[in-house]
Nanobody
Framework: EVQLVESGGGMVQPGGSLESPCAPF????????MSWVGQPPGRAPEWASG????????SYADPVRARFTISRDNAKNTLFLQMNSLKPEDTDLYYC???????????????????WGKGTLVTVSS
């Protein structure tokens, strides 16, 4: 069974930064596209960012574009989400998700996701 484990969450003041890694157990990230999904408290999950298997193509939801950066180190089998200029509305439980079927980020970014981690909580507050 594939397990994805996120870390790096915490509390940060508005304008601050955090980096969250995601590492798999029982699988590798090398052969899959990957995504980060944020879930605000009491609300449905919202796709935030995706990266193709080779790392050469990325995409971002409008609320995080130019502030968040998704990356992957296939040699270390790790996915990353660098979050800068954080705002209170970025307070979410952030999940990494494996997407071996290559979802269309514009039409349905959740289509090909098969495994999600348990999430790491990011709280942005002064």
């Amino acid at each position: 069974e594939v397990q994805l484990v996120e870390s790096g969450g915490g509390m940060v003041q508005p304008g601050g930064s955090l980096e969250s890694p995601c590492a798999p157990f029982g699988s590798t990230l090398i052969t899959s596209d990957m995504s980060w999904v944020g879930q605000p408290p009491g609300r449905a999950p919202e796709w935030a960012s995706g990266i193709r298997v080779g790392g050469g193509s990325t995409s971002y939801a409008d609320p995080v574009r130019a502030r968040f950066t998704i990356s992957r180190d296939n040699a270390k089998n790790t996915l990353f989400l660098q979050m800068n200029s954080l705002k209170p509305e970025d307070t979410d439980l952030y999940y990494c998700a494996r997407d071996p079927y290559g979802s269309s980020w514009d039409r349905d970014p959740y289509y090909g996701m098969d495994y999600w981690g348990k999430g790491t909580l990011v709280t942005v507050s002064s």
